[in-house]
T-cell receptor, first 111, second 111 residues
Framework: QKEVEQDPGPLSVPEGAIVSLNCTYSNSAFQYFMWYRQYSRKGPELLMYTYSSGNKEDGRFTAQVDKSSKYISLFIRDSQPSDSATYLCAMKDTGGFKTIFGAGTRLFVKA | NAGVTQTPKFQVLKTGQSMTLQCAQDMNHNSMYWYRQDPGMGLRLIYYSASEGTTDKGEVPNGYNVSRLNKREFSLRLESAAPSQTSVYFC??????????FGSGTRLTVV
């Protein structure tokens, strides 16, 4: 079993839809949770960074962490064609230097 | 622009050839990382350097070596390339409090 599981998609939605992206994990020591966005043929870029459980909002993006269920989510409101990319979840524990990544979910937002 | 610079962007090698991938960051980060990204596998850590003068193995270190030349530069060397090393390689840096900053990647094909 992988430490981090993420549905690869692809996920296709119409413009303006609310998008929900999810990851599950098995290591209860993970404390830092991140979402990266990766456009085709580019490096990943950090989108959201949260510590422990709870919600964090930044514009159209909301990250949720439920440590009791070992489940994290990224919501995108009013999705735009420019949101079309691969979204990778990532997480690490307090003491480690290594971040574990999910395989990524490909998202297509149709105009 | 501040960030992480990788060279080369593309490379084709014959089996058994050697090469070095270069990475430099100007963000004054202590930690640097080399990842490979393969379809369906996500990002897998090859080696990392928590600080200048230290390097450690990641998840998939076999067939690779690294050098942390100074605080800015972290190189990855393939001594005898194999087709299984065909991948996209990303260098990243981090200051621990925040997530990673990635380079734009090196697309390597070994024939």
């Amino acid at each position: 079993q992988k430490e981090v599981e993420q549905d690869p998609g692809p996920l296709s939605v119409p413009e303006g839809a609310i998008v929900s992206l999810n990851c599950t994990y098995s290591n209860s020591a993970f404390q830092y949770f991140m979402w990266y966005r990766q456009y085709s043929r580019k490096g990943p870029e950090l989108l959201m960074y949260t510590y422990s459980s709870g919600n964090k909002e930044d514009g159209r993006f909301t990250a949720q962490v439920d440590k009791s269920s070992k489940y994290i989510s990224l919501f995108i409101r009013d999705s735009q064609p420019s949101d079309s990319a691969t979204y990778l979840c990532a997480m690490k524990d307090t003491g480690g230097f290594k971040t574990i990544f999910g395989a990524g979910t490909r998202l297509f937002v149709k105009a | 622009n501040a960030g992480v610079t990788q060279t080369p962007k593309f490379q084709v090698l014959k089996t058994g050839q050697s090469m070095t991938l270069q990475c430099a960051q100007d963000m004054n980060h202590n930690s640097m990382y080399w990842y490979r990204q393969d379809p369906g596998m996500g990002l897998r850590l090859i080696y990392y350097s928590a600080s200048e003068g230290t390097t450690d193995k990641g998840e998939v270190p076999n067939g690779y070596n690294v050098s942390r030349l100074n605080k800015r530069e972290f190189s990855l060397r393939l001594e005898s390339a194999a087709p299984s090393q065909t991948s996209v390689y990303f260098c990243a840096s981090s200051d621990w409090e925040n997530g990673y900053t990635f380079g734009s990647g090196t697309r390597l094909t070994v024939v």
